[in-house]
């Protein structure tokens, strides 16, 4: 479980201190693409995955409630578990 915890925590930090709660949806993108990598290397499943980004979005919108946008940025990352099998393959190749 604490693998699990790691991933979205490390997320959590950097949207923390993300430009003012102003981050584009690029940068939120890639930083949900790396937290997906991370997460499927460690074992993590796509379902589980679905439960992280909802508890993100969430964050995102009590961190940030000025930005309305932000909570949707998040949310794209719910399509990365679509793609979970090639996420999984491509964080094997980087370990």
């Known amino acids: ?3 699990y915890l790691e991933a979205p ?10 430009a ?3 981050p584009t ?8 693409f790396a937290l997906a990598a ?3 290397s460690r074992g993590m499943t796509d379902e589980h995955w679905l439960f ?3 508890g993100l979005i969430a964050h995102a919108k009590r961190r940030c409630p000025q ?14 578990s679509s793609r979970w099998p090639s996420i ?8």
């Open 88 to 95: 999984q393959e491509g964080s094997e190749r980087l370990n």
């Open 52 to 54: 992280v980004v909802d």
């Open 9 to 18: 925590a490390a997320f959590v930090n950097w949207l923390d201190g993300a």
């Open 1 to 3: 479980m604490h693998t």
């Open 20 to 22: 003012e709660c102003a």
């Open 25 to 32: 949806a690029e940068q939120v993108e890639h930083a949900m």
């Open 38 to 40: 991370r997460a499927a």
């Open 67 to 80: 930005n309305e946008a932000l909570p949707n940025f998040v949310a794209r990352g719910i399509g990365f």
